[in-house]
């Protein structure tokens, strides 16, 4: 087995707002976990901890879960691990804020006979079949909301955690039977790949290479290499500011079954 992960952050004046982590239990198999905190728009979220406490926590919490817990499916995890940070919040939080702490998840679990998944919002699951052949599990909600929509951070507001809009792990345990979640027999499954938004763009925003193209690159040059890409073409004056931000925080994990 190989698991490799690398994270930066956007700005290294900010902190990182991602969380990466893997893990191999006492009882086989393995983990990974992947979260993209969600940077709020200037002015109040209700909170006094902040994102990178948020998605800290909750990445932790989700790690242990997944591997101490294996009778517990991944969408109970997540739900159990939002509650678990909720309380941590305290009193001096208003959890009920819209814009309260909230992160982007991408979880995979595997043993002898399963490889699980969920993902919740626009982080990106690649699995990597014996052949070669590559499947994104994606959740496209946050995509079908067009982008002038976007740009307003009222109109954003209503949309998040609502019907009709996108969902994202926050104070709400609930929002957990939301995830896109599946299992794949084990032997169908021969690389796994978590990636953040800000790394995924090698593919979905920025065109360089289709998703087996990237596995591909993580294979071949790890997680730091694709990211170290990335950051090259942003850093490329001629390009295009993606989404707004021309660099964004980037976690990438990838593991070899």
């Known amino acids: 087995m190989r698991i490799d992960l690398a994270s930066a952050p956007g700005n290294p004046e ?110 990106v699951l690649l699995l990597q079949a014996p052949e070669g052949e590559v499947t994104a599990v994606l959740d496209d909600r946050l995509d079908r909301v067009p982008r002038e929509v976007l ?28 995830a896109v979640t599946g299992r794949t027999p084990r032997e169908r499954v021969r690389a796994v790949a978590a990636l953040t938004d800000g790394a995924s763009r090698w593919t979905d925003t920025f065109g360089e290479g289709d998703w087996a193209e990237c596995v591909a690159l993580l294979r071949k040059e790890g997680a730091e290499g694709l990211i170290g890409r990335v950051r090259a073409i942003e850093s490329d004056p001629t390009r295009a500011v993606p989404r707004g931000k021309r660099h964004d925080d980037a976690s990438a994990v990838y593991a070899e079954l």
Request: charged residues 20%; aromatic residues 4%; glycine residues 12%.
């Open 14 to 123: 900010r902190p990182n707002e991602d969380w990466a982590s893997a893990a191999i239990p006492a009882s086989g198999g393995g983990v990974l976990v992947a979260l993209d905190g969600v940077t709020p728009p200037s002015g109040d979220d209700g909170c006094v901890h902040g994102v990178p406490w948020f998605a800290a926590r909750l990445g932790g919490r989700l790690t242990e879960l997944s591997g101490s817990r294996r009778d517990m499916p991944l969408r109970r995890i997540l739900a159990e691990a939002i509650r678990g940070v909720a309380e941590a919040h305290g009193g001096g939080c208003d959890l009920s804020h819209v814009r309260t702490p909230q992160a982007t998840v991408v979880m995979v679990r595997w043993d002898a006979a399963c490889v699980e998944h969920l993902v919740l919002s626009d982080s």
């Open 151 to 178: 740009r307003s951070v009222a109109a954003t507001d209503a949309l998040r955690n609502a019907e009709g809009g996108f969902f994202t792990a926050a104070a709400d345990p609930a929002v957990a039977e939301r």
